[in-house]
């Protein structure tokens, strides 16, 4: 039996509608970041049996109203499906098992991974500056977070977030804490 969790690559592909149909290969990167707002885009899974254990995310990053379609290989189905539809701002993450691929999160607008930037910022950050460390809020969508260390001197830590509207960022501020004298 292979292990629960195989350790693939977590790599980043991006593709957009030129690219599909998209097939994933047993080397293919971990996630797939789908930009449809031209067109819509197929993504189809590799072999389930050679790929037991592994989790893949793909997001649709697109804004209008095109959707990927994620497919099975083969026979290969998805929580019992054939294919999934995954509608702009979604992510759907799953993970090879010995008989389909199971859904690990729900479909929800979530990340697909969190960003970690190192910039001399003000205190606070603009919204200038956060879009030069991650990009613009709405290009991120919706529950896009990134950990900025000032500096990198890692005494002042900025978690920002957007969600994805208006070119909005918000954030918290971490401060290294220092002993009492």
């Known amino acids: ?5 195989s350790s693939h690559r977590n790599t980043m592909t991006e593709i957009d509608d030129a690219s ?5 290969l047993d080397g293919s990167p ?8 031209v067109d819509v885009i197929i993504a ?3 072999t389930l049996a050679d790929n037991q254990g592994r989790v893949i995310t793909v997001k649709n990053i697109g ?3 095109n ?7 083969g026979a290969d189905t998805i929580e019992g499906e054939p294919t999934q539809t995954i509608a702009d701002g979604y992510s759907y993450r799953i993970v090879g098992t010995a008989t389909e691929w199971k859904r690990l999160v729900p479909y929800v607008k979530y990340p697909v991974m969190a960003t970690f930037s190192e910039d001399d910022v003000s205190d606070p950050p603009g919204d200038t500056e956060l879009d ?10 919706a529950g896009f977070i990134g950990i900025l260390d000032d500096g990198g001197a890692g005494t002042d830590v900025y ?7 208006d070119n909005q960022w918000f954030y918290v501020k971490g401060t290294l804490a220092q002993d009492p004298m």
Do not use: K, N, Q, R
Request: proline share 10%; glycine share 10%; net charge negative.
């Open 20 to 24: 599909s149909p998209y097939g994933f």
């Open 159 to 165: 978690i920002c977030f957007t969600t994805g509207v």
């Open 63 to 65: 804004t209008s109203a």
């Open 67 to 73: 959707d990927v379609t994620l497919a099975g290989e």
């Open 132 to 141: 030069t460390a991650f990009g613009e809020p709405t290009a991120l969508g």
């Open 30 to 37: 971990d996630y797939l970041i789908c930009d449809t707002t």
């Open 1 to 5: 039996m292979p292990p629960l969790l």
């Open 44 to 46: 189809t899974l590799p």
